[in-house]
């Protein structure tokens, strides 16, 4: 009998002693054509819940087809920042010898690991730059690729800081997000108008004052843009 891709994958994730968390990154358990099998495993058990739930999925033209639209979303998108591998970082001499904080903006996309809810929201990233720098876009490709699995927002917070100070060994790195969540949204309290806003300091703008305040002024500048 065949074993399902999943168990496969799993087998190798547990043998090399790693732990496959809803936020963790496992591609490098996963070998070329085993994205495609597990797509079409994870479409056959939604079909199972849809029919648990009492879904007519061959009738109904609107659920037809819904076990793969799903599968494809978790494994390719929602998802895929624990199935694809991290974008490639590049680093350039800071040949300017910038030495002021760069902050960027991102918009960025995640799911609540508790209830698989939809969490949306922006992120700013605070670096002040070494003797190396990496290219603005890739700010944002790490946090995006980073958010897309299942999260905690505290959580997700600390791994891009993490990140950041890892690949650009900056001794100042903040990373500040505000986000919506849908588990608060279209559950329980049902807030359509709660957001959550998380901060991580790393370096010297945790023990420096002044730079704190800079990036949180700059956070405060864009965030009032927005609102206008």
């Known amino acids: 009998m065949n074993r399902d891709v999943s168990k496969i994958i799993r087998d190798r994730v547990e043998h090399d002693g790693n732990r496959y968390y809803a936020a963790d990154n496992i591609s490098e358990f996963i070998e070329d054509g085993e994205l495609e099998l597990l797509i079409d495993e994870v479409a056959g058990k939604f079909e199972g819940v849809l029919q648990s739930l009492i879904i007519d999925t061959e009738d109904d033209p609107n659920s037809t087809g819904t076990s793969k639209r799903l599968a494809k979303m ?30 960027v903006r991102s918009d960025i996309k995640s799911m609540c690991s508790h209830h698989h809810q939809p969490v949306s929201g922006v992120c700013y990233i605070a670096c002040m730059p070494g003797d190396r720098v990496i290219g603005l876009s890739k700010y944002t490709r790490i946090a ?15 791994m891009i800081a993490a990140q950041i100070e890892e690949l650009t060994a900056s001794k100042a790195v903040g990373v500040y997000i505000r986000a919506r969540h849908g588990c608060c949204e279209n559950r329980g309290i049902m807030s359509s108008n709660s957001s959550t806003q998380t901060t991580v300091l790393k370096g010297e703008l945790k023990t420096n004052p002044a730079l704190k305040n800079e990036f949180m002024h700059n956070v405060q500048i864009q965030e009032n843009l927005d609102a206008s």
């Open 74 to 103: 978790y494994v390719n998108e929602i998802m895929s920042g624990r199935y694809y591998p991290a974008p490639r970082v590049t680093s350039f001499p800071n040949d300017g010898q910038y030495d002021q904080l760069i902050v």
């Open 144 to 158: 995006q690729h980073l958010s897309q699995r299942g999260h905690l927002q505290e959580e997700l917070t600390e």
